[in-house]
T-cell receptor
């Protein structure tokens, strides 16, 4: 079965800390995504990657960076965590564009609290 | 810019009854996909149904069906014979064909199924 795994379900960090959120997929997908989910705002795209070492900004990239050194792993980095980054973070992957199964597969989310 | 609008923040339905969730979208593209995702309390996003814009026939998946009105840019989800396990957040989403799986999400509708 298809699997997208996020390393932590819950995370509590202090303001100013550097935070790493890890995501691994086992489907050999080219595309990987990081979304942020907030009540009343839905899901908003932070960054995505369509290949190893490639990255594209989404709608809300400020305060975040990403790393994709291997195809299966996509990391979201908060360089200096702030309280307004308290949120649910969802990782997703998808097969190459143009395939008949074009859709997102999601991890189960990381609820990050920044105190 | 493409947008997705879900006008019903919350809805409730009695078990075994039928409920319809609304979604409208805005795009100038002619070739795209539409999705309904379900997010139960477990937080795992699950694809409910997918519609390709060039197909006139409405997609169905067991108790779930859509009413796709391309000219009106409307994509509603009908859930028949509602079950307690249908209680979840439902997100409507859109992506252009060839956009590398980058979905644009609505803000969600919280559906409660009451016994």
């Amino acid at each position: 079965d298809v699997k997208v795994t996020q390393s932590s379900r819950y995370l509590v960090k202090r303001t100013g800390e550097k935070v790493f959120l890890e995501c691994v997929q086992d489907m050999d997908h080219e595309n990987m995504f990081w979304y942020r989910q907030d009540p009343g705002l839905g899901l908003r795209l932070i960054y995505f990657s369509y290949d190893v070492k490639m990255k594209e900004k989404g709608d809300i990239p400020e305060g975040y960076s990403v790393s994709r050194e291997k195809k299966e792993r996509f990391s979201l980095i908060l360089e200096s965590a702030s309280t307004n980054q308290t949120s649910m973070y969802l990782c997703a992957s998808s097969p190459p564009t143009g395939t008949t199964n074009e859709k997102l597969f999601f991890g189960s989310g990381t609820q990050l609290s920044v105190l | 810019a493409q947008t997705v609008t879900q006008s019903q923040p919350e809805m409730s339905v009695q078990e075994a009854e039928t409920v319809t969730l609304s979604c409208t979208y805005d795009t100038s593209e002619s070739n795209y996909y539409l999705f309904w995702y379900k997010q139960p309390p477990s937080r795992q996003m699950i694809l409910v149904i997918r519609q390709e814009a060039y197909k006139q026939q409405n997609a169905t998946e067991n108790r779930f069906s859509v009413n796709f009105q391309k000219a009106a840019k409307s994509f509603s989800l009908k859930i028949s014979d509602s079950q307690l396990g249908d209680t979840a957040m439902y997100f409507c989403a859109f992506n252009e064909r060839g956009s590398q799986g980058n979905l644009i999400f609505g803000k969600g509708t919280k559906l409660s199924v009451k016994p």
